[in-house]
C-alpha cells in the first residue's frame, strides 16, 4: 500500500498526537482517516456549489425576498 512521510514540527506533532488519543486512534490512523474526511468534504462542497448554482433560479423564485438587491437576479430584478 502506497505511504506518505509527513513532517511536523514537534508542537503540531504533539497537538496530533493529542487529537489522536482523544478519538482512540494511532497517529497513522487518525491522519489517514482525517485527510480522507477532508477529501470527502471538499468533494461535497463542491458538489453544493455545482448545485446552487444549477438551481439559483429556483431558489429565486421561491424566496424573492432573500435575493440580494446587488444581483440583479430574482423576481425584484
Known sequence: MPALNIEFT???LA???EAAAADGKSVKAYVHDLSVREQQ???FVQR???FWNEHIEEFDAAFP???PPSTGRGAAA
Open 41 to 43: 468534504r471538499r468533494i
Open 15 to 17: 497537538a496530533i498526537r
Open 48 to 50: 453544493a456549489a455545482e
Open 65 to 67: 425576498e432573500e435575493v
Open 10 to 12: 514537534e508542537e503540531e
